[in-house]
């Protein structure tokens, strides 16, 4: 059996990916991945805020792990009712998304890993770095990027 990484943000754009992936690969294991940041890493980035969160940084966690999860739960719903056979998964941002997505890959041994795309091409998808960029450029597995269709962004 076919296992699929697919990574979800609740976005149109992830939505339409399952649908696809789920097209493909009818059957197929799928994990459906978020990755949400903490808000430590959120606070050292714009330190203005740490005063103002002070003792309350792990509550805050709390509540965007709870939210990250909630969304693995929603794709996983969504790929399950696409036909697949779909469990959740949310996991904190470390490093970088891409290779976020790229461990949890190895962890389940993922045959590919599904991801939708910004519709960006050439040098402006080089520049903004996106997800699927990275995990062209980095993923030693195959990556399947399912871009909107034509005439909707």
Known sequence: MTTLLICYDGSERADHAISVAASIFPGADAHVLNVWEPMERIVARYSA???????????????????????????????????????????????????AVLQVADDVDADVIITGTRSLHGMREALSNTLSHALLQHSRRAVLAIPMPAGQS
């Open 49 to 99: 805020l740490g005063p103002y969160l002070g003792e309350s940084i792990g509550d805050a966690d709390a509540g965007i792990a709870a939210e990250a999860s909630d969304a693995a739960g929603s794709g996983a719903q969504l790929a399950t009712n696409a036909g697949l056979a779909a469990t959740p998964r949310a996991v904190p941002l470390l490093t970088t998304v891409w290779e």
